[in-house]
Structure formats: C-alpha cells, structure tokens
C-alpha cells in the first residue's frame, strides 16, 4: 500500500462508526445497561478473585490500628464496611482459620482457586446481609480437613447429631477473624490500662507485675467476682456499648445476628426443664482414630496438663451466641465501662497529707522497686487515703488505703453500678473485703505483707552516725502452696491434702523413657515460667519438680518392674537420666550401642533435681504507667507522623548542637567524595608533572 491508503485508513475507520452505531440500534441482541457497563469498565469481573487481591492484609491492618490510635477516644467509625470489602482481608482470615485447624499456615499462593471462589462468595453474602450465623446445611467454604463431598448422603440421626452439635462452622470462624481484625484495634484504643485479659500484649504476668510494684501500702482490698457479666448479660447491653464506638449498620447487624441465642433452649429461673431420657446405648470398645492428611495433631500430654493447672481466673473464657473468638473482646467492651468509673474513683478517692512520706502531692509517688522495702505508714487520720484498681477478665482487685468503711461503701457502689448497667445483682459474697494480713489470693498467687526491722544508719548532728532500728513493710507476693497441691491432685499426681503422696503418671505409661522425660521436663520449664514473678518461686518449682519425678520414679517401676521408687532411683540416678530395662530381659542390646545407631533418642535428666538450678524470682522494675510494646511503637510513629512534632524535635536537635544521622551520613559521603577528588586531581598533577619531565630529558 502506498502512502496515501495509510493516511486514508482513519478516515475509512471514523466513516464506519455512525454506520456500527446504527447497525447496534436496529439489531435484536439486547444491550447492556450502563450500570452494568460501567461496572464492567472499572472494576474487574467478579468471577476472578484474584483480581482483587491488590493489597498487602498486614499494611491494612496497620492502618487500621494506625487510624484507630491516632483518633480521639470518643471517635466514632462510621465507614468500617469499606475494610469488610477488601478480599485481602478474608485470604488472611482464612489462613488463620487453617493455622488453628491444621496447625501450619499456609502462605498465600498455596490457597487454590476453587478456595478463593468460595471465600469470594462467602465475602459477597456477608456484605449483601444474606449472611446466617451456624447454617451447617449450607456451607459455603468448608474446613481444609473436611475431605467428605458435600453431596453424600447422610442418615438422619447423624443429620440431627451435626444439627445439635456445639462444633462451630469453619465459615463463622472466618468470618469472626473479619471482624476481628476490623473491630479490635478501635477498641483497643479506648480500653483502659486496668484491664490485662484477653488483650494482646498484656496476660496475667503483667497483673503480677503491676499488683507488685503498684499495690505497697493497702490494708484492705476487695476481690470481685464479675463472671455473671460473662454469661448472662443481655445483648443489648452488648450492642449499645458496641455502639459507642461502631456506628457502621453493617458491622453491627453482623455482631447482633451472632448474639442471637443458641438453638439450645434455656429455661427462666421459674421453669425447671427435665432432662430427656436417654436411649442406653452399648459400651463399644474406644480404638485409636487416624488422622487425616491435614487434620492438626492433638495437643501434647504436657501442654493439656499445664492447660487443666490454670487457675480460676484465667480458666473461664466467656460465650455469647455465635460470636466465638469475637466473645473475650465483647467482654471487654461490657466491662470497660467499670474500668472507666473506677478511673473516675481513684482520682476521686485520693486525698495526700502532707505528714505522709511516700505519697504527699500525686498519685504517682512512691517507690516502685519491688526489691526494696516500703516504709508506709500502716494507718491514721492524717494518712493518705489512695486506692487503686486491676481487672483480669470477670476478675477484679481493688486497693484501699484507708478505714474499712471506705471498702464498704466502694463495694456498695460497684454493686449498684452492676446492677445499674447490666441488670446483674452481686452477693457480697462476689466482692469479699479481706484484710492484707490475712493475705488474698488471687491469679493462684498471694499477695500479703512482711513486717521487717532494717537497720536505719544516718548521719546526726555532730557528725555522729546513728543506728536504729525502723520497721517497715514488704509487699509479698508469693505462689499458693495449698493451691498447687489442690491442681496436682485434681489431676491425679498426688493423693492427699497436708501430706500429699505422688502417685504414678499413668497416661505415660506406654512412651519410652526419653519421651516421657522430655514431656515432664517441658511442663516443669512451663510451670517454672509460670511461678516467675513469686517470691517463694524456689519453694514451689521445687515441689512440682519432687511431684513429678516422684510420679515418674513410681511409673518406671511399675513398668520395669523394680518394685520400688529407690531401686529406680540407684539406677536411673536421681534426675533419671539413665536408661532402665526390665530386670528380666537380660539379652536385650546395650542403650549405649542403640544410641550409637540412632534406632533410641537420647534420654534427658528430669529438670530441676537440686534447689540450685531453679532459677530465682524476677525482681525487674515494672514501670508504673506501663504499655505493651506494640502500643508504644504506634504512639512514636503517630507523633513522628505529624510534621509539626516533627518540625519541633529538628529545631530542638538544632538548638541543642546535636547532630542527626543523616547529617553526619551525609558528612562522611561528602568527605568521602572530596578526598576522592581531591586524590584524583593530585595523581593527574603528579601524572603531567612526570611526563612533563620525562619529555625535556627526551
């Protein structure tokens, strides 16, 4: 073709336009219509997920937190369902949900295309509000271990047995990530520094560490039981503390859909339900199941133990409907509200004099080196009257400095507050005040007061040095003794009470002596962990070490065959490490040569044999206005975030005289550069200068 048909290929192809566009009108097919074209011009096609995912989950996540820290805290968030959107989110959510199933979490592109049409769909229904909580007849993602086709038959006893099972839907469990991940950094935000379960950075060694170094000086406390606010608060109660935050219809509709009572029918107090009569059904001897592929493998023998040794606080997890893992963070929200007014009673309550020596102007003052004794004056009119506040779940310890009549009355005001916001009376039995020399136990731990006489030497008048002998208090905070013997007998390691004797640990009695002893010395570095912050963490680490290799000794006897624990013992030595064999079976192979062919593992001596190698009690400072790690690195970033701090802290370095990195990087470079150059510029001086010479002798 020559230049002119190219130049005549537009024209031709503008020519043609009107006669399409006619063509198009006067057709049958029916045309689009222009919401549907529009959609399909911007966004792309609903059918390919991967299409959407665009976004890092973890950077979203960030903003969100980042978001919910850097806003006032009587924020409300309107637009929470733009996060509920975003298909990134419910990939990670369904990685999380794997990682609890199957105990491996799988990375991103392991997740196969038909996993991410069904989260797609799944994702569609919850936006839509098409969304039933426990529909088990309609799955719309199903578990990764659930290898059954969702088209077999199935009996109608076993139909009615899934129906009324308690297992959760793998979908609900997705879906209350989602909501997870959205709803707990705006919370977090607004919680107080009083509360410590079921929040992330925080656990019951941080209540240990603060009751430490923050309740010296209380004669009385009061110890709340708060666990009906757990189970039987109404859900509108829920819903309008969730309210005051969350104002997204979406967000909320799905929460107050999960509320919804169980199909378990609860009976009031009035009625009493009768139990059905059970069909007795055959004694069927239990064989072991196999697992699937992917199924997680059950906990270990010393992970479920230590699980069944936590205490009474930290044992009760709270329920509501259908909310699952959303439930602990529900609770929380309920219960902040009292942690708020008990803020408001602590500042109230305070009242300095200035005849005190610890506290005479703030709240804050005092010694908080738990190494150190305090010397505070026990009581009297013109004592500071101060008193302070921790929550642990549906657990509370409040410290009073002061009469007795001031715990009274403060009970009576959480009894009234409970009553008032969430339609629950409390006993008085629910909020017992005990007196600090009777000690009160709380986290399996008790806190209690030492009276010492320090040896007081100063500097008189004259330059004479004086001694004499002060008093003052201790706080002591020390591991239940009685409490662990009652979790050890709970658990059929020990019979008895004031005396108690190990019995042996029958559930082990099939492992080899290598496995058992590394199950038993895992729970005893776990339990060792556990009791760090007490101060008899010597004492009581001790005990359940001669607990457990007692009930190991008498285990190995009884299996091997040698009649007693001090037949074991002269074998095995004292931390067992030493291999057994039964006292008949003399052609068995030496351990040494087994060993040596790796066919046995290595045996590891029971932890713990002697006093010496039990680590002592932590006694780190623990800062009075203490944040998690994670809290701390959002604060710096937000204020490095705002270029007016960030203006101010480079004019502050400027005026101080000190230098940033990046300006003594900068130096160097520049140094660098104008050595360099400057070395340069001297060796072509030197190279003319020498051709220059070589050139006049030529």
């Known amino acids: ?155 109608k006893r076993k139909f009615q047995a899934l129906l009324d099972s308690d297992e959760p839907c793998f979908q609900d469990r997705v879906v209350q990530e989602v909501l997870l991940m959205i709803v707990e950094p705006v919370f977090e935000a607004r919680f107080s520094q009083k509360s410590h379960a079921f929040r992330p950075g925080r656990n019951a060694h941080t209540v240990i560490r603060t009751i430490r170094s923050n309740f010296a000086g209380y004669l009385w406390f009061l110890k709340g039981d708060l666990s009906e606010v757990l189970d039987n608060v109404d859900r509108n109660v829920v819903m309008g503390c969730l309210e005051q935050a969350v104002t997204d219809r979406k967000i909320l509709g799905l929460v107050k859909s999960a509320l919804r009572a169980p199909n378990r029918m609860q009976c009031s107090d009035d009625e009493v339900q009768w139990p059905r009569k059970k069909k007795k059904l055959k004694k069927v001897s239990k064989k072991k199941r196999i697992l699937n592929e992917r199924e997680a493998k059950p906990d270990p023998y010393w992970l479920r133990t230590f699980f069944n040794f936590a205490p009474e606080e930290a044992a009760k997890v709270p329920s509501y409907g259908n909310c699952g893992i959303l439930s602990p963070l529900l609770s929380n929200v309920c219960l902040n509200e009292l942690d708020q007014v008990m803020e408001e009673k602590i500042v109230e309550f305070f009242r300095p004099s200035e005849s005190d020596s610890i506290w005479k102007n703030s709240i804050n003052d005092g010694c908080h080196n738990p190494a150190w004794p305090e010397f505070v004056p026990a009581s009297g009119d013109e004592k500071t009257r101060k008193m302070d506040y921790i929550r642990y779940g549906g657990h509370l310890l409040i410290g009073i400095r002061g009469p007795r009549e001031d715990a009274v009355d403060m009970r009576k005001q959480v009894i009234e507050f409970c009553e008032r916001r969430f339609g629950i009376r409390l006993d008085n039995s629910k909020l017992e005040i005990e007196h600090i020399t009777r000690g009160i136990q709380f986290l399996d731990h008790i806190i209690c007061r030492r009276v010492i006489h320090p040896t007081l030497r100063y500097t008189a008048t004259g330059g004479n040095v004086v001694s004499e002998k002060g008093v003052g208090t201790l706080l002591s905070v020390t591991a239940s003794l009685q409490q662990c013997i009652r979790q050890f007998r709970r658990l059929a390691f020990v019979k008895g009470d004031k005396d108690p004797e190990p019995l042996p640990c029958t559930p082990m009695l099939y492992s080899s002596q290598a496995h058992t002893n590394s199950q038993m010395n895992k729970l005893l570095e776990t339990m060792a962990d556990w009791y760090r912050y007490a101060d008899n963490r010597k004492k009581v680490v001790g005990f359940c070490a001669y607990v457990i290799r007692s009930s190991l000794a008498k285990l190995y006897a009884a299996r091997y065959r040698l009649k007693s624990r001090a037949k074991v013992y002269s074998i095995a030595t004292r931390d067992l490490s030493r291999p057994l064999r039964e006292s008949s079976n003399n052609s068995a192979p030496e351990y040494s040569d087994l060993l040596r062919m790796g066919l046995v593992d290595a045996i590891e001596g029971v932890r713990f044999s002697h006093m010496s190698s039990i680590p002592s009690c932590d006694y780190s400072p623990f800062p009075r206005n203490w944040v998690p790690d994670h809290e701390r690195l959002l604060q710096d970033y937000i204020r490095l975030e705002d270029p007016k701090f960030f203006c101010a802290l480079h004019r502050s370095i400027k005026k101080n005289g000190l230098s940033l990195p990046q300006d003594e990087i900068s130096e160097l470079l520049w140094h660098f550069k104008s050595v360099g150059v400057r070395n340069y510029l001297l060796k072509e001086k030197r190279k003319q200068k020498h051709d220059g010479v070589e050139i006049r002798r030529t």
């Open 1 to 155: 073709m020559g230049k002119g048909a190219t130049l005549s290929l537009p024209r031709f192809i503008s020519s043609l336009r009107p006669f399409v566009e006619r063509l198009v009108c006067t057709s049958q097919l029916p045309r689009p219509p222009p919401f549907s074209r529009s959609l399909s011009s911007s966004s792309p096609p609903l059918s390919d997920p991967y299409a959407l995912l665009k976004k890092d989950p973890i950077e979203i996540c960030t903003s969100i937190w980042v978001k919910a820290f850097s806003s006032p805290p009587t924020t409300t968030f309107p637009n929470l369902t733009g996060f509920l959107s975003k298909f990134d989110l419910w990939v990670l959510a369904y990685q999380r949900c794997c990682a609890h199933v199957t105990g491996t979490f799988p990375p991103r592109n392991a997740v196969h295309s038909h996993v991410l049409h069904d989260l797609l769909s799944l994702r569609n229904a919850v936006v839509k509000g098409t969304y039933a909580w426990n529909n088990k007849t309609h799955q719309l993602i199903r578990s990764p271990i659930d290898n059954k086709p969702s088209t077999q038959l199935v009996s």
